[in-house]
């Protein structure tokens, strides 16, 4: 437990971190560049590193620290820790997160937030949490940025390009069982009579596509593993 807890205190520290480099960026502090980047996107905030050069990656980086930080400190934590280290790494990621307008970092956010009450909870704390969920949780996202449109999801644009990106794929791997190559597909959409590539937001996407419906047997077999090694520890326990 206690190896646990040290590791994900070490990752929320390094989520942290991130999260700082990208509102110190709106102040001029900007070692990594992310002006140029945040430009590019319109005002989205972005680094200017490999894993958070986009708004969206930024966001799904940065939000994770939400739920950490209350977990770690401040669900039975000290005074010290709910008193100054939680209020200040749940600023400087609520703070990034927000500047990045994403709209799947705000939805992740609430998610995780919910599961923070829901899991291990008596059953009216979780009756509770998911009707404010399901009403003040969900009237306070369409007051983030990018979020008055999420009326209808499927017509999202970001969803309908998603949507081309993954059925590209599924093409892939019911026409060539073995993919298109380790590293070579690329989902192309059309829109607006314009053609050009994007990402296709998921591991399962992606490897279906590049190594066909074998690579993704054995991925998904490997996950499964891993799960089935998981369970038997805490069986054994």
Sequence with gaps: ?????????????????VAAFGVLS??????????????????????????????????????????FSYILFFW???????????????????YCTYETQ???????????LLLVFVIGRPPLVKIIAITLAASAGVSALAFLPRMGNIDNVRSEPGVEGRLMAWHTARSVVRNNPTGEG??????????EG????????????????DLGIYGLFLFSALLWLALRTLLAVRKSE
């Design 1 to 17: 437990r206690e190896k646990i807890l040290s590791y994900l205190t070490w990752w929320n520290a390094m989520l942290v971190t």
């Design 26 to 67: 709106l102040y001029g502090i900007d070692p990594t560049g992310a002006r140029e980047m945040t430009s590019r996107v319109e005002g989205r905030l972005a680094l200017g590193t490999w894993m958070h050069n986009n708004p969206n990656a930024l966001a799904h980086t940065t939000v994770v620290a939400l739920a």
């Design 182 to 191: 380790y590293q070579e597909f690329e989902a192309w959409i059309t829109w």
């Design 102 to 112: 994403s709209k799947g970092g705000f939805l992740v956010g609430a998610f995780l």
């Design 194 to 209: 314009e053609s050009f590539p994007i990402a296709t937001h998921s591991s399962y996407v992606k490897i279906g596509g």
């Design 76 to 94: 039975r934590a000290p005074v010290l820790k709910k008193t100054v280290y939680f209020p200040i790494c749940v600023f400087i990621a609520a």
